[in-house]
């Protein structure tokens, strides 16, 4: 416990995951990682609707995936940004309540651990995020009653704890596979330096996907449709899959479902694995390929090569990253817990601790953001870069256009985010007009994009002719974040009721008594649900004693069947 009255207001840093999130605060001169109501500093990204109503985070969310999956949602961080609703039985919510849901849960973690109230965090988010993502996750800490002091990209989070851990490195690649993302960064330390060279990656790629993509080659192989197998089964068959890959390294693996009254088997070997994932893996090149480019560094001018993410684990993903660079990365820390200590560093920098205080880091733009333009009376819809991607950031950067007729009153600004020529192939981002005041003659207009270190855009036009400026934040998005969308959500979560944090512990024993009796047969079954029995009767006794006697018990005796 930190004395509340003597120590400053405490900053978080969160790492917001698609599969796991995590919580640290920077203590004693280091980063330090905080448990939940369970212990664990990992918390699942999922949230579930329990029966009675209320709102359940984390493992017991997780245990729940399988039996209740139309009550359940993770890896819901794929969809930020998106008009995406998703169902918790009859309710919906938008991937960035169920984030703030997290949020929420990690806040609550933070301040029982910490004793005092906490309200500042800074949170990391994938490199290649775009604009519209950025504000996405934004909203989500300020619906879970955090302010963001400062978006930080997950490598460069992680680059900041390995550069306190290991000062001997210089140019470095960081490879981060997460559940749902995939970013490269080159960096370069000159401590107390730390510049980012080149960002790149694919937002939709990680972890999640390998576990998808052996799902559908067991139902293929089953000659099964998904369509064709309950809601339930298929959840228990994903979360069955899930815990083969994660058991791929210790060699071949073997699982039985029973689908539609019938026991049905498959196994999973390392060479079956890698014919399944060729395309996935072949996916991973291009952005490595292009930050290399980018930063322009080949493989062998790289002092260190570092793994982070859980989907790293994968041998198959180390084997391709040793083939790719002729050497064997380094993973001295632990992938899954690296960004949040770098988070929190990052918490500690803005904080001015003394012990981190000259740690200075630079980063860049991921991606190019520009405008659509014309090229002629016939050709329109150019893309016309104003700021072009790995720019070092902040970065205010200016360009000038051109009326495309003496007449014209009015001047539309289509912002987009992208590398391809033409805007359709890119990504849309907002737009807004500028009215022009006709004077016989063609008018000049400059038009400056201000980037800011959260990866925020700010716009600014000014005519030449007149000197009249217009600004225009980024901030209404495309998908319709209005103020009155930003309320509803306000009042939903405000609605809802959160299962009791110190009542945690029982209730996640209990969901995963459930899947695990509905992932067993015969005699396994049986004795689960004696001890499901034996559970509600230590509940409905009330005694703490007993209650938590028998919890370490069948905790323990779940984690030996591997449940
Ligand atoms: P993260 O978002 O960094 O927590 O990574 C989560 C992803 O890592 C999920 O897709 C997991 O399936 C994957 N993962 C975690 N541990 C392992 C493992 N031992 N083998 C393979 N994949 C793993």
Redo the contacts with the bound molecule.
Sequence with gaps: MQDARTSPAPLLGI?L?????LVAVWRDGQAQLIPNALGDV?TP?VVSLDDDGSILVGAPARARLTTHPERTVGAFKRFMGSDKKLELGEQSFSPEELSALVLGALKADAEAFLGCPVSEAVISVPAYFSDEQRKRTSFAAELAGLNVQRLINEPTAAAMAYGLHEKKFERTLIF??????FDVTVLEYALPLIEVHASTGDNFL??????AALLQACLQDWQLKPSAVAPQTLASLADAI?QL?????EGEQHLSCEVAGETRQWSLDEARALKIWAGLLARIRAPIEQALRDARVSPKDLDSLVL????????A?QQMVATLFGRLPYRHLD??TI?ALGAATQAACKARDEAIEELILTDVCPYTLGISAARSEEVSGVFAPIIERNTVIPTSRVKRFSSTHAEQKMIRIEVYQGERPWVRDNIFIDAFDIELTPNGSIQSLDVRFSYDINGLLEVDVTLLDTGKQHSHSIDRSPTGLDQQARQASHARLAGLKIHPRDALPNRTLLARLERAWMQSLGDDRERIGSWLDDFSSALASQQPEQISRQRQRLSEALEQLRF
């Design positions: 790492d995951g698609t599969t796991n999130s990992l990204s981060d596979l997460g559940g749902g993302t990680g972890g999640e996907d390998f576990t899930e890959k994660c058991k791929l390294s982070v993410g859980g989907a790293t684990r994968m041998p993903v992938p899954d960004v």
